[in-house]
């Protein structure tokens, strides 16, 4: 890394609920976690009673229209994204990566095993659900196939090097079977935490909790 400086950007989710993407910026090298969709269903739940006057309920209409909202997060980079770490497979965080790969063809997708199942299920699901809804599908099965032929799997615990320099370590995040957080590691030391979605105690019996990570020193942590 040859200027030293590490940028982040969150490019969706950063105060949000949903469109997880988020980029880090190690000199030259980019690496993006998450690319997730947001909710889709904005629709105001409020229903007032029988209006008889006209202009009024119209008024009133007009006041709970929900604005329109981006399923997607802000995708624009001047640089090519070559990593993409997931954290896991909900929606929120990894429904927008066969859009993403549209784009940037020469990605490498990192995941454990579970997350890339998952992702499967999803990704070939997304295109049917909006079109029994009638909505144009962001991705198509083709999208989808090039995406699944761009993960390697990984698992917590092994180092995944991206560059000379700089690595990144999955480890138990506890939130969802084959969930992780990502440690980052400048020259073998930490310098950032990427937690995704932690949870340190659960009742899930098939997910064990985050382990207890302990560090001198942080350049950034990222909840």
């Not at 997730?36 to 119209?58: A, M, T």
């Amino acid at each position: 890394m040859s200027n030293g400086r590490i940028v982040f950007t969150a490019k969706g989710g950063g105060n949000e609920i949903g469109g997880s993407h988020y980029h880090y910026l190690f000199g030259d090298e980019l690496v993006a976690v998450d690319c997730g969709l947001r909710p889709s269903n904005f629709n105001s739940d409020i229903h007032p009673v029988k209006i008889w006057d006209r202009e009024l309920q119209n008024f009133l209409d007009d006041m709970l229209v929900k604005p329109t909202i981006d399923p997607l997060p802000n995708l624009n980079t001047s640089s090519e994204i070559k990593t993409l770490l997931l954290t896991h497979g909900h929606l929120d965080h990894v429904g927008a990566v066969p859009y993403l790969l549209r784009k940037h063809r020469y990605t490498t997708v990192y995941a454990t095993p579970v997350t890339a199942a998952i992702c499967k299920i999803q990704w070939f699901s997304t295109p049917l659900i909006a079109e029994r809804k009638g909505e144009v599908p962001l991705f198509n099965n083709s999208d989808v196939e090039f995406a699944l032929s761009r993960i390697v799997e990984v698992q917590p615990g092994r180092r995944i090097r991206i560059n000379n320099e700089l690595e990144v370590e999955p480890v138990d995040a506890g939130h969802l079977l084959g969930a992780v957080s990502f440690i980052f590691y400048l020259n073998g030391v930490p310098v950032g935490f990427h937690t995704g979605d932690l949870t340190l105690r659960n009742n899930q019996r098939t997910v064990t909790d985050a382990p207890r990570a302990e560090f001198d020193r942080l350049h950034f942590l990222t909840i």
